[in-house]
């Protein structure tokens, strides 16, 4: 099981921005063992070397698909940009929780609020956690 994934940031349904969280959707180079299905805290490391604390998702989007194609999503904090097309590297950090279906958009939206906020304060602590 690999907690890096290298790979090239893709083009997503774009619902992401709609959401209100945009998400790089990240091809991994492969083969590698993915972690579990779920929801992590991570780093993001651009192609220039910068970091970013991130929330990752990986798994099938149960909200949107019955059988949805498995992805590694990253969400970065306090960043707003393009990444399209930019090769990068997603270090999976410490499990946040599994992926869920829920019954709305508004409740996925108010469920990654409450993730990113996770993320912050594992990132504020992380050396006493090794993220
Ligand atoms: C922190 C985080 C947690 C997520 N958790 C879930 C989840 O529990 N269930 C789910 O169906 N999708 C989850 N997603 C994925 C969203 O459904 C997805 O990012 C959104 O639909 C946008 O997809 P797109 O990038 O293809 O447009 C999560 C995304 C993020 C960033």
Known sequence: MTDVVVGVVVSGDRRGR???FPTANVESEGPVEL????VYAG???RADGSVHT???SIGRRPT??????RLVEAHLLDF???LYGERVQVEVGPRVRG????SSSE???AQIERDVAAVRSLAAGEDAVGL
Not at 35 to 38: C, E, S, T, V
Not at 64 to 69: N, W
């Open 43 to 45: 780093r993001f490391r």
């Open 35 to 38: 972690p579990d299905d779920g």
């Open 18 to 20: 709609t959401l209100g």
């Open 99 to 102: 992926q869920l279906r829920f």
């Open 107 to 109: 409740e996925l939206i």
């Open 80 to 82: 707003d940009g393009d």
């Open 54 to 56: 991130a929330a990752i």
């Open 64 to 69: 949107y698909y019955e059988a949805g194609i």
